[in-house]
């Protein structure tokens, strides 16, 4: 069954097994092809980026290097990493005129610049200081110097020995000083910075392992650079609220930079992470080009984004950001070119605030020139040049529906197709005819309409005005239907039967024994191995929800949850009937859902009193909007009308496994369950007051 094995490895890990395509960094050979071509022709856009380029002092022939033996960079630090970024950048440049016109003088002169950093350069750090900094100049001129020298490998030029000697240069002195999670709560650039530079290193060394590592970080990784984190929250209408937005333009911006890097990097080696999780980079571009757009006709206002706080740990300190931060609003990073043309012109798909700040940058190039500023130095620029393509010739339908129920509304979302002016909405009942349901929406891309009578519709996005429907989403407009419903009746075996008809079975896992429960059997789990496994699929569309469930703890064991639902610590919504701190536990519990391991205390709710041991107790989880209430024995106990977080969100950017558990926490030092659950029922949509009571004055049957 090998070949089976290597496909599955091959989808699932998204991963080419075969080796590298060199050149395949920044820039494949057919890239540098149509540079060459649309140069040779002096066409605009791609002839006045290259004016720009040859007119940069590091593309000089002129431009003499100065390798340093040791780099640091940092406050407090002896900082000589003006030579790194300036040489990084003239090494780039003079290997990209190379690249385009065959002229081996510049060819020369990078290998000058490239031979001369890895036979001088021994290490980097910062002796005299605590300062970290120096982790971003190796994570940023990493991946610019490993790019150069992707370039240039075949250059005849470039002996075998001095591109070894280059290769062994970047794994020993660079590779190893960047690591994720740099801490787990982070700004997202310094993970991103790190991702770009191993997967760059790895393909320049050909290292699959290096690559992979990246790349499986980005899709799942625990910190801020894993795409899930860095695009916080995604909004109706594909509006992608990024980890720094509340922080400041500059480093809301300087993430669509690596992104991009780190996107084009794989996408020249077949791996798409433009993209993964429903076009999520595009998403965090096109929030991030609007917020800082002034918008046409108002007296130089900025564009309006959608928003949720966001609340997180970069410790000792707990900071709130409440709205998007107007600091560097307006920030002009020459970056937007290679993602609008990959989605514009590769997929078809509109990316229309991207191309606003595309054509504002002109004919870029970047900041580098002597003396300025560090930031100028974060990305290699000259996008207009290097990722510029021609108007895709056909124009695809819209795409990426995606749905969820919310204060009992159908909420639909979607992406744009290119030249469309509005979009219309239709719908149709299950064997039914389309109807229209809405029309003329322009931005965001979402609509909104109460549930029309419970049953299966289908509904498609129309671009107008050609008429092209998008692919039918199909949607269960029922505010009330059961997903799952364990009534853990059986008596022996590991499988959770669910009695919903929809075959989500779970599966017993560690030890727990079949007893008598509530209503018939239930079952009891140990409080050390066992916990009960879900399905994968159950949290997909879910925002209004109802989990209710009998329980019979018998002990308050630490942390221990009823359910967990999520990806890991850092992505998950769970029930804990037990609270602990350092000396004892008690029965204080909690409902929490957290997209970033909890440091957001506003997303909880708790119950006032203690839960007791030995006794059984049925608790309801229920969500309506933005309204969570908490039930106990039939009563709310407590309530938050400020949850913004959506289970279905959790799962969105992450290439985990899904680990929805009853009776186990994601965190690994929390204990197992020790009690019994009896009646566990999921369903989409808010139960009334009168069916929780109802629920918990069943008895047996
Ligand atoms: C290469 O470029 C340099 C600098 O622009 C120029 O002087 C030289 O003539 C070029 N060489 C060739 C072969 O075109
Ligand atoms: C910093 O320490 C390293 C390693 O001990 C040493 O090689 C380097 O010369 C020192 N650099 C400076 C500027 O002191
Ligand atoms: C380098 O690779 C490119 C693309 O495969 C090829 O066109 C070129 O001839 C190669 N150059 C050398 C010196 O091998
Ligand atoms: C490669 O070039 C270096 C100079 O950079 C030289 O010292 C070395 O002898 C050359 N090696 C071979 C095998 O040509
Ligand atoms: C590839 O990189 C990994 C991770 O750094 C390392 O463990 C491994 O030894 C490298 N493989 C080779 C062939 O160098
Ligand atoms: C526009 O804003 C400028 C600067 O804030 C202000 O001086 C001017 O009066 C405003 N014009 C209008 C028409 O509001
Ligand atoms: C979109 O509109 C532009 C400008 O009118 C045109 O050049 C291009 O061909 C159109 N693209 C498609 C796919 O229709
Ligand atoms: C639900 O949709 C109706 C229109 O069908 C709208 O009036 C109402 O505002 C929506 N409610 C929410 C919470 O979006
Ligand atoms: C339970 O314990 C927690 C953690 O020590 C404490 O904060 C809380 O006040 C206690 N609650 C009750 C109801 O005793
Ligand atoms: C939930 O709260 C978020 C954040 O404030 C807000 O954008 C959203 O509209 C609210 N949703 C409902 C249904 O009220």
């Not at 894993?226 to 995604?234: E, G, R």
């Not at 329980?551 to 990806?567: A, C, I, K, P, V």
């Not at 969500?623 to 969100?649: A, D, E, H, K, M």
């Amino acid at each position: 069954m090998a070949p089976n094995y290597l496909l599955v490895l091959f989808t699932t890990l998204g991963h080419a097994l075969a080796g590298f395509v060199h050149p395949g960094l920044m820039h494949s050979q057919s890239d540098f092809n149509r540079m060459a071509q649309k140069v040779a022709a002096k066409q605009s856009p791609w002839i006045d980026s290259f004016n720009v380029l040859v007119s940069n002092g590091h593309a000089s022939l002129g431009y003499n290097p100065a390798p340093q033996a040791w780099a640091e960079r940092g406050s407090g630090c002896q900082d000589n990493s003006v030579y790194v970024m300036n040489d990084a950048a003239a090494a780039y440049q003079t290997a990209l005129i190379y690249k385009i016109t065959g002229n081996t003088s510049y060819a020369n002169q990078a290998i000058r610049i490239l031979n001369g950093w890895a036979y001088t350069l021994k290490g980097i750090g910062c002796n005299a200081s605590t300062s970290w900094d120096y982790q971003l100049m190796a994570g940023i001129q990493g991946y610019q110097f490993a790019n150069a020298g992707e370039m240039m490998r075949n250059y005849s030029g470039w002996n075998t020995t001095d591109f070894a000697n280059f290769q062994n240069w970047m794994v020993q002195v660079w590779y190893p000083i960047c690591f994720y999670p740099f801490a787990q709560q982070v700004y997202a650039n310094w993970d991103l910075m790190c991702i770009a530079q191993h997967q760059a290193i790895g393909v320049l060394a050909d290292n699959q392992t290096m690559f992979n590592d990246a790349v499986n970080y980005f899709q799942a990784g625990v910190g801020n650079g894993a795409i899930s984190q860095t695009v916080y929250h995604v909004h109706p209408g594909y509006y992608g609220q990024g980890q720094e937005a509340g922080r400041d333009q500059g480093h809301n911006t300087l993430d669509i930079s690596m992104l991009t890097v780190i996107a084009q990097q794989a996408w020249n080696q077949g791996v798409d992470l433009y993209g993964f999780s429903n076009n999520r980079i595009l998403s965090i571009s096109e929030f991030t080009a609007k917020a800082n757009l002034i918008q046409p006709g108002t007296n130089g206002s900025y564009y309006q984004v959608p928003w949720v706080p966001y609340i997180y740990n970069v410790w000792p300190t707990i900071y709130w950001d409440t709205s998007l931060s107007t600091n560097s609003i307006g920030a002009n990073r020459p970056t937007w070119a290679c993602i609008y043309h990959h989605f514009v012109n590769v997929k078809g798909i509109a990316a229309p605030y991207t191309g606003q700040q595309m054509q504002n940058q002109g004919a870029e190039g970047t900041q580098s020139n002597w003396g300025c500023c560090s930031g100028s130095f974060d990305q290699l620029g000259y996008e207009t040049l290097t990722c510029s393509l021609d108007p895709i010739a056909y124009r695809s339908p819209p795409s990426g529906l995606s749905w969820s129920l919310v204060a009992g509304n159908v909420s639909i979302s979607w992406w744009g197709t290119v030249n469309a002016t509005s979009y219309n909405i239709v719908r149709a009942p299950q064997g039914g005819t389309y109807v229209p349901a809405a029309s003329g929406i322009t931005d965001p891309l979402t609509y909104n309409e109460q549930a029309p009578s419970p049953g299966i519709y289908y509904y498609v996005a129309v671009a107008r005005p050609d008429n092209i429907w998008s692919q039918p989403l199909q949607v269960n407009a029922n505010p009330q239907a059961l997903i799952l419903y364990y009534t853990f009746d059986a008596s022996s075996g590991n499988t959770v039967a669910d009695s919903s008809g929809n075959g989500n079975d779970g599966v017993l896992n560690g030890n727990g024994a079949w007893v008598a429960g509530k209503i018939n059997n239930g079952l009891k789990l140990d409080g050390s191995t066992g916990y009960v496994s879900l399905p994968g699929t159950i949290l997909q569309s879910l925002s209004d929800f109802t989990i209710a469930s009998w329980l019979y703890m018998t002990g308050w064991q630490n942390n221990q949850r009823l359910f967990d639902f999520g990806y890991g610590a850092e992505r998950c919504m769970w029930f804990s009937p037990t609270t602990c701190n350092i000396n004892s536990c008690n029965g204080s519990s909690t409902f929490q859902i957290t997209y970033n391991g909890g440091a957001d205390k506003t997303q909880l709710v708790n119950t006032p009193a203690n839960l007791n041991t030995n006794q059984w107790l049925h608790i309801a989880v229920v969500r309506y909007g933005n309204l969570t209430q908490l039930y106990v024995n039939g009563n709310v106990v407590n309530s938050n009308s400020y949850i913004y977080l959506q289970p279905f969100q959790l799962g969105q950017g992450t290439n985990n496994i899904a680990q929805y558990w009853i009776g186990r926490s994601q965190n690994s030092g929390d204990s197992h369950l020790a009690g019994i659950v009896d009646d566990f029922r999921l369903y989409q949509g808010a139960l009334t007051a009168a069916q929780i009571s109802a629920l918990a004055s069943m008895s047996g049957k």
